[in-house]
């Protein structure tokens, strides 16, 4: 090897310059000389990853073995080339694209981790147990500066009956604590005397909002409480995000639609996505500070180069939950015949948002559970498109605007011929089904819950996004896949009657449509296309690694998937803990 003199670093490290300016701007006519300058510089600016199979999802080349990245994007993706010095026998790990999440919430998963998990808890006595061993371990929570917050817990396991305020005054530690609890699908909260304390008397009745019992307050009920809420300081937040996401990274999560974003928080998300933290892409949807209402004055639109944080749709809300009779029912529940649950908004304030929102460009998505709140969105829906697409078909509208239906859970068959029309598309969140089904017929009735309920291979037409609505559900994808796949519990592995043929199996779906769900479906529904939920020239390069190829797994082995790596932007972001390998990081790596 030659001694690096003076001279000779100059020559090489002007070569470099040289050949990095070329290949950065390409070259207008690419002779024999050039094409060796490009292929070393791209050696040089660029790696390259073989594993032993890659699923790519992309229509071109379905299945490779290697891939090429360079400024966070994939360049290349290839079969073996014989120019490589790993042989296939040495590469190791399954790559499939980076799965994203339909439907969650960032800032509340986040929340979550820094607060007492009741979910499962049993029973009255188990909640209570939880709350106690958090306290001892957070003695500052539960003052008037730092609620004790909690989520998970579900009056079906306390015999039914709702809970109380003074459920909460747990022995002489607890009587002057501020104390506030979610429910298990966040549409109710539970709070102790001292929260009470803060209210007016007597406490006034809300549209669209319920009070089943002193100290629970459902839907747009919440707001008596929450305007009392004091929010957690920039720092925690800025916590709770980074906490987040490395949980998601984890799970093989690179990327999530944030379902209902405050302006405020928005700020805070653009300050901190130039951070190396912000490790999972988020397509948030703005929420106005007030629910359901038009705000242009504080409307963001966000769309970075680097994909890491968009902002170009709004949330609404058409009713509540089905746990706790909110969801909005075109005819009376089953077990509860004198209601039919709530609407959060009118009709044709509904329309009139919607309407609103999309002449300002933004992409509109409406929650909706029961098949009255799913007829209302449509009809929302529709007269927006109408309103922005004169002279087009509302089909051909849609197809530029992708409005979606945020959980699109029950739905009746006229207004599922309707969606279908229209190509409106939903946003579903499968383990919904497993976790809803020990009550949803009792709520329904078994003929609506069979014709209306918990579609997916119904509704596959309408390239459904797929997630879990976390924190209401487990964020993994994996236990996605599975109740997707099997119409079974991921916890249990069984169905409603605790046997392995599934809950209304007719609306399965395959591996290929559920991955799909996770994938590339979030990214149309996001307008990335191409650029996510894929493995192909131009798109983020964000993959997962597994220890074996999807395809070959048992169903039972993929709600149990523990993701080897995780990778955002060409950089590794997640590594399961365990032996390095002989090549030292665990992953080939080739240039």
């Excluded at 951070?275 to 963001?300: G, H, I, L, Q, S």
């Amino acid at each position: 090897m030659p001694r690096l003199t003076p001279n000779l670093l100059v020559i090489i490290s002007t070569t470099v310059l040289l050949i990095s300016v070329l290949y950065k701007n390409g070259l207008p006519d690419i002779q024999l000389p050039n094409l060796i300058i490009f292929q070393i510089a791209r050696a040089i600016f660029s790696d390259t990853y073989c594993y032993v199979s890659v699923k790519t999802l992309s229509n071109k080349l379905p299945h490779a073995e290697c891939f090429t990245v360079r400024n966070g994007r994939f360049t290349r993706v290839f079969l073996d080339e014989t120019s490589f010095d790993v042989t296939k026998e040495q590469r190791t790990g399954h790559v499939i694209p980076g799965l994203w999440d339909g439907h969650g919430h960032l800032m509340q998963y986040g929340e979550l981790m820094d607060s007492v998990n009741l979910f499962g808890a049993d029973s009255m006595k188990e909640v209570k147990k939880r709350l106690v061993d958090y306290k001892t371990q957070h003695p500052e929570a539960g003052t008037s500066e730092q609620w004790l917050r909690g989520v998970g817990w579900d009056q079906a396991n306390f015999g039914g009956k709702w809970p109380k305020a003074a459920d909460l005054e747990i022995g002489g530690q607890f009587k002057d604590l501020y104390v506030m609890l979610d429910r298990v699908d966040v549409h109710c909260i539970w709070v102790s005397p001292k929260v009470l304390s803060l209210l007016p008397l007597p406490i006034p009745e809300v549209p669209g909002g319920d009070i089943p019992a002193m100290g629970i307050f459902c839907d747009n009920a919440m707001d008596l409480v929450l305007e009392h809420y004091p929010k957690p300081s920039s720092e925690r937040r800025a916590k709770f995000l980074k906490d987040a996401m490395w949980d998601l990274n984890k799970l093989g999560v690179v990327g999530m639609h944030d379902a209902g974003v405050f302006p405020s928080e928005l700020k805070l998300y653009e300050e901190l996505a130039d951070n190396e933290d912000w490790t999972v892409r988020v397509y948030a949807m703005m929420e106005c500070e007030k629910r359901n209402t038009f705000c242009p004055e504080d409307a963001v639109k966000i769309s970075r180069d680097d994909g890491k944080l968009s902002v170009r749709s709004v949330k609404l809300f058409g009713d509540g939950a089905l746990g706790s009779w909110g969801s909005a029912m075109i005819e009376p529940y089953s077990d509860h015949p004198s209601t039919t649950g709530s609407l959060l908004v009118n009709a044709t304030t509904l329309t009139e948002l919607a309407i609103d929102w999309a002449k300002a460009g933004y992409q509109v998505n409406i929650h909706a559970i029961g098949d009255l709140a799913n007829r209302l969105a449509i009809d929302a829906m529709s007269s927006a498109l109408d309103a922005v697409c004169p002279g087009i078909t509302r089909a051909k509208c849609q197809a530029e605007r992708r409005f979606r239906i945020e959980h699109s859970q029950i739905i009746h068959p006229d207004d599922q011929k309707r969606m279908r029309e229209i190509g409106i598309i939903p946003s579903i969140q499968p383990t919904h089904a497993t976790s809803d089904m020990h009550y949803a017929e009792s709520r329904l009735g078994k003929e609506r819950t069979s014709k209306e309920a918990y579609l997916m291979k119904s509704l596959l037409p309408l390239n459904p996004v797929l997630g879990s609505d976390f924190p209401v559900e487990p964020a993994n994808p994996f236990e996605g896949i599975y109740a997707a796949m099997t119409r079974r519990s991921p916890r249990t592995g069984l169905d409603k009657d605790g046997g392995k043929t599934g809950w209304y199996p007719e609306e399965t779906l395959t591996l290929e449509e559920a991955l799909r769900g996770f994938t590339v479906a979030p990214a149309y529904a996001a307008f990335m296309e191409g650029k996510a939920g894929t493995i192909q020239p131009g798109a983020y390069a964000d993959w997962v690694v597994l220890d074996e190829p999807l395809e070959d797994m048992d169903p039972e082995k993929i709600k149990n998937i523990k993701v080897r790596e995780t990778w955002v932007g060409g950089k590794r972001v997640w590594r399961k803990p365990g032996p390095i390998d002989i090549r030292g990081q665990g992953e080939e790596k080739l240039y």
